[in-house]
C-alpha cells in the first residue's frame, strides 16, 4: 500500500481562489518532505522543500507567496496554492524518505490541479 | 540549467528484447542516482538506485550502470515486457533527499 498519500488526487477550481494540498507520510516520520510539479509531457521540478517546523526553502524561480508550504507534523506537509491561475494548472507530487528504510523515497501518487 | 539529461525523449522495443534508457548528468557532486517508471496522472515508481561508489547494480530484469568519468548512467531491462511500456525518468541527489529529475524517456515495448 501507498507509504505517502496525497489528497485531493484531482481539484479543480475557480481562478482567483486557494487550494490546499495535503502530503502526508502514513508510516514512518518526515522531517523533510519535497514537492514537485509535472506539466504535462514535461519532467517533474522540484518546487520547494518542506522542513517540519521551520521555513520551506523554495527552489529559484518559485513564488513562495503563491506556492505556501506548510510542515506542521512529522507526518504532514501542505502546499497551498494561492490565488491560483489558469497557468498553475499542473500536476504537483510530493516525496518524503523513510530514514528508517535505508533512507528509501517516496512519492506520493500526485495531485491533478486544474485551474478554470 | 538542466543538470540531469534523458537525450531520448521515447524508445521502441520488441517484447522479449533489451531496453536500454540513457542519462547524462552535469554536477559531479551528485552521489546517488535513482531510476523512476510513471504513469500520467500518478506518482512515480521506483525501480532501482545507484550509489556513486559503484559501477553497477542489479535488481531482476532491471540493471544500473554508472560511468562517472562520463557521468553517464543507464537502465538495462531484459527481457523487456509490454507492461515495462511507460515514461522513465533519472533523477541524481547530492547527498540529500532532494531529486533532479531528467526529462524522461517514453518506453514503447511492443510484442
Known amino acids: 500500500g501507498a507509504v505517502v498519500s496525497q489528497h485531493p488526487s484531482r481539484v479543480i477550481c475557480k481562478s482567483g481562489t486557494s487550494v490546499k494540498i495535503e502530503c502526508r507520510s502514513l508510516?514512518?516520520?518526515?522531517?523533510?518532505m519535497f514537492w514537485y510539479r509535472q506539466f504535462p509531457k514535461q519532467s517533474l521540478m522540484l518546487m520547494a522543500t518542506?522542513?517540519?517546523?521551520?521555513?520551506?526553502?523554495?527552489e529559484q524561480g518559485v513564488e513562495k507567496d503563491k506556492f505556501l508550504i506548510n510542515h506542521a507534523s512529522l507526518t504532514l506537509s501542505t502546499l497551498t496554492v494561492t490565488s491560483a491561475h489558469p497557468e498553475d494548472s499542473s500536476f504537483y507530487i510530493c516525496?518524503?524518505?523513510?530514514?528508517?528504510?535505508?533512507?528509501?523515497?517516496?512519492f506520493g501518487e500526485g495531485s491533478w490541479l486544474t485551474v478554470v | 540549467d538542466q543538470q540531469v539529461k534523458q537525450n531520448s525523449p521515447s524508445l521502441s522495443v520488441q517484447e522479449g528484447r533489451i531496453s536500454i534508457l540513457n542519462c547524462d548528468y552535469t554536477?559531479?557532486?551528485?552521489?546517488?542516482f535513482l531510476w523512476y517508471k510513471k504513469y500520467p496522472a500518478e506518482g512515480p515508481t521506483f525501480l532501482i538506485s545507484?550509489?556513486?561508489?559503484?559501477d553497477k547494480n542489479e535488481d531482476g530484469r532491471f540493471t544500473v550502470f554508472l560511468n562517472k568519468s562520463a557521468k553517464h548512467l543507464s537502465l538495462h531491462i531484459v527481457p523487456s515486457q509490454p507492461g515495462d511500456s511507460a515514461v522513465y525518468f533519472c533523477?541524481?541527489?547530492?547527498?540529500?533527499?532532494?531529486?533532479?529529475f531528467g526529462t524522461g524517456t517514453r518506453l514503447q515495448v511492443f510484442p
Open positions: 518542506s522542513n517540519e517546523g521551520s521555513k520551506a526553502t523554495y
Open positions: 545507484i550509489s556513486s561508489i559503484k
Open positions: 516525496s518524503a524518505a523513510d530514514r528508517g528504510l535505508g533512507n528509501t523515497i517516496y
Open positions: 508510516d514512518f516520520q518526515a522531517t523533510t
Open positions: 533523477a541524481a541527489s547530492e547527498n540529500t533527499d532532494k531529486l533532479i
Open positions: 554536477n559531479s557532486m551528485f552521489d546517488y
